[in-house]
């Protein structure tokens, strides 16, 4: 069967900021320059640079522990980089005071591991939420921006449940369509696949592609599921060792010729990443004679 996109002529996808001014469409929506950073004084990336154009999907793959979850951090603004500069539509982030804190990250929508939903609010109120907080959109405004990001993950129906009364799936669903709530240029996604069966997993990733074309949305998803980000993302970048160690199409990256690229997309458990963490001898650790 193929997939249907829920907007198709039903409701059309409206813009809360029509009159945002954003820098030319070609350039970058977002770039790492020289980036470097890291937690205490461990340093986890190292000179990363990472480009990526408007309107597309890019992937962040790489070994567990590698820094992708850091990158999200990064354009985020959780986290300052060390050296380098993390650049959204053109504006460094890093000098940012709180109100231009507040006016980026109200053009990114973030949808966390698991979706994170407020478990003691309908899905209504989850995706009315960033509405509310971000807003003073008058109430009759915001039930129709709830219930047309609803109508887009199909879950217009399912309005007044609780999380707790919907399948892991349908909560998903629920997590991106509040994740788009308002509107924003970029949607960040850290594991929007974990804990889904195949079949929820094809459907979510189907609509995180769906939504990015048909909102003009850019995407970078943080994930394992290599096949579904794969079939979805436009680029792909490897996170290992500190750095980006390959950038490319999917399909480049399935030919690569680098044996870590090649370790991981293949799913080898040799190569260059070691599976034990490097430790003391074992001799040492368990006290006997070499
Ligand atoms: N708040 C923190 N304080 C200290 N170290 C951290 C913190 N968050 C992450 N780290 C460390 O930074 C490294 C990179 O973590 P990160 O979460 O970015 O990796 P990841 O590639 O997303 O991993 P995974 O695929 O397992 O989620 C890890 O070694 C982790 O232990």
């Given at each position: 069967?193929?997939?249907?996109?829920?907007?198709?002529?039903?409701?059309?996808?409206?813009?809360?900021?029509?009159?945002?001014?954003?820098?030319?469409?070609?350039?970058?929506?977002?770039?790492?320059?020289?980036?470097?950073?890291?937690y205490?004084?461990?340093?986890?990336?190292?000179?990363?640079?990472?480009?990526?154009?408007?309107?597309?999907?890019?992937?962040?793959?790489?070994?567990?522990?590698?820094?992708?979850?850091?990158?999200?951090?990064?354009?985020?603004?959780?986290?300052?980089?060390?050296?380098?500069?993390?650049?959204?539509d053109?504006?460094?982030?890093?000098?940012?005071?709180l109100a231009?804190?507040?006016?980026?990250?109200?053009?990114?929508?973030?949808l966390?591991?698991?979706g994170?939903?407020?478990?003691?609010?309908?899905?209504?109120?989850?995706?009315?939420?960033?509405?509310?907080?971000?807003?003073?959109?008058?109430?009759?405004?915001?039930?129709?921006?709830?219930?047309?990001?609803?109508?887009?993950?199909?879950?217009?129906?399912?309005?007044?449940?609780?999380?707790?009364e919907?399948?892991?799936?349908?909560a998903?669903r629920?997590?991106?369509?509040?994740?788009?709530?308002?509107?924003?240029?970029?949607?960040?996604?850290?594991?929007?696949?974990?804990?889904?069966?195949p079949?929820s997993?094809?459907?979510?990733?189907?609509?995180?592609?769906?939504?990015?074309?048909?909102?003009?949305?850019?995407?970078?998803?943080?994930?394992?599921?290599?096949h579904?980000?794969?079939?979805?993302?436009?680029?792909?970048?490897?996170?290992?060792?500190?750095?980006?160690?390959?950038?490319?199409?999917?399909?480049?990256?399935?030919?690569?010729?680098?044996?870590?690229?090649?370790?991981f997309?293949?799913?080898?458990?040799?190569?260059?990443?070691?599976?034990?963490q490097?430790?003391k001898?074992?001799?040492?650790?368990?006290?006997?004679?070499p």
């Amino acid at each position: 069967m193929a997939w249907c996109f829920p907007y198709h002529g039903a409701l059309p996808p409206a813009r809360l900021w029509p009159d945002r001014v954003t820098s030319s469409a070609s350039a970058p929506l977002i770039e790492l320059r020289n980036v470097s950073v890291g937690y205490g004084d461990r340093v986890i990336l190292n000179g990363v640079n990472l480009k990526l154009e408007r309107g597309k999907v890019l992937a962040l793959i790489g070994t567990s522990g590698g820094g992708k979850t850091t990158v999200l951090r990064l354009l985020g603004r959780q986290l300052r980089p060390l050296s380098g500069q993390v650049l959204f539509d053109g504006q460094d982030l890093a000098p940012l005071d709180l109100a231009g804190l507040y006016a980026v990250r109200r053009r990114m929508g973030m949808l966390f591991q698991f979706g994170a939903l407020f478990t003691d609010l309908t899905v209504f109120e989850n995706v009315a939420f960033p509405l509310r907080e971000h807003t003073d959109l008058p109430e009759a405004m915001i039930r129709d921006l709830v219930l047309m990001k609803l109508n887009a993950v199909g879950l217009r129906g399912a309005r007044d449940l609780l999380p707790s009364e919907v399948s892991g799936g349908m909560a998903r669903r629920v997590a991106l369509a509040r994740a788009i709530a308002l509107d924003p240029d970029l949607v960040l996604y850290d594991e929007p696949f974990a804990g889904l069966d195949p079949i929820s997993l094809g459907v979510a990733a189907r609509l995180i592609r769906d939504l990015n074309d048909a909102l003009g949305l850019t995407s970078v998803i943080v994930s394992h599921d290599l096949h579904e980000t794969f079939e979805i993302a436009d680029v792909v970048a490897m996170v290992a060792n500190g750095r980006v160690v390959a950038q490319g199409t999917p399909d480049e990256l399935r030919h690569s010729d680098d044996p870590l690229v090649r370790q991981f997309v293949g799913a080898q458990a040799d190569g260059p990443v070691r599976f034990h963490q490097p430790a003391k001898p074992v001799a040492e650790d368990f006290g006997v004679q070499p």
